[in-house]
């Protein structure tokens, strides 16, 4: 017992700023601001685009006008039909896809962090099968206009299911939450396919395959907020969480020895991840790959730390679904695919070109 105040004090101590550290940080400074600045251009660019074409100068002017600043940066407003285009439709869309992707992409790196399983994503806790349940059911009701709360609603009685079973069967350790979601997912999966068998008809059926799927074509203003709100409230205080998910890397023995609380940490991490998954899936349905990929692609770039790796994620996952929705609604006018065909397409061959980089560097 006489060496673990050492040992302990050795674990804490702060490490010393040696030129690969202070390397990596100046990396993550500039990939940041990379991001950034690409991401601000790519809102620009994917509102131009769609089949009634605009110049990047229009939408800014358009977006100027209703801030009221067009006068102070002397533009002058576009014409009151591609203003309605800009504003009214492609605006709030681009805007809730990359508020939805960045929330995913971060909840995903928290997820993978905490069950230290490279293969956890925001859905562990089968929040999307109680949130498509609950779609569902208001879908097949004729109260559509419900479909954000009835998801929401839904998305939470999943996590008190998965957290209630994990922690009646021993505790929240990775695995039993883990087994525990997989279980919830089954069930609720199940009375899913149970509500659409036996009462969705008609037009339902595309419009139950469309939110399934994952789609952003009905994403207007209120959408936006739902998402903004639930990315600034619950995804903020998820970026400053980097080093205690850094102590959980190393297990909840170590974590512990760091002096984290480990089942109060936990039990909060789960919960703010889950509540801000289930106000995105309200309002974008079940997105795929999003949360899984883009952490592994940005730890590729600047390495496992998650003070860098949070940030990063986030703005890559913004850039990476504002791209996808772009081509969801473009590459095949006018018909339009659900994003999540193309996040299966383009994530799953990245995720296994991931995978055999790492198996080439290990």
Known sequence: MTNTAPARAALTAPLPETGRRAG?????????????????????????????????SEVLASVLTHLGLGELFGVEAPSALRDGIVWELRLPRVLTAAAVGAGLALCGTVMQALM??????????????????????????????ALPIAAFVGALLALVATLGLAGAAGGLSPSRTILAGLAVSAVFGALTSLVIFWSATGDSYREILNWLLGS????????????????????????????VLD???????AAAALGVPVTAVRWILLGATALLTGALVAVSGAIGFVGLVLPHAVRLLIGPGHRGLLPLSA???????????????TLFDPRELPVGILTAIVGGPVFAMILLKNRSTQ
């Open 216 to 243: 952003l074509a009905g994403a207007r203003w209120p959408a936006v907020a739902i998402a903004g709100i639930a990315l600034l409230v619950v995804g903020v205080p998820l970026l400053f969480s980097g080093t």
């Open 247 to 253: 102590a959980f890397a190393f297990g909840d023995t």
């Open 24 to 56: 990596w940080r100046g990396r993550t400074g500039l990939v940041a601001w990379v991001l950034a600045l690409v991401l601000a251009a790519s809102v620009l660019l994917a509102v131009a685009i769609g089949p009634a074409a605009l110049s990047p």
């Open 116 to 145: 230290r399983n490279p293969l956890a994503d925001p859905y562990l806790l089968g929040l999307s099968s109680g949130a498509s349940l609950g779609a569902v059911i208001v879908i097949v009701l004729g109260a559509a206009i």
């Open 315 to 329: 703005l890559a996952g913004a850039i990476f679904l504002l791209w996808m929705d772009t081509g969801a609604r």
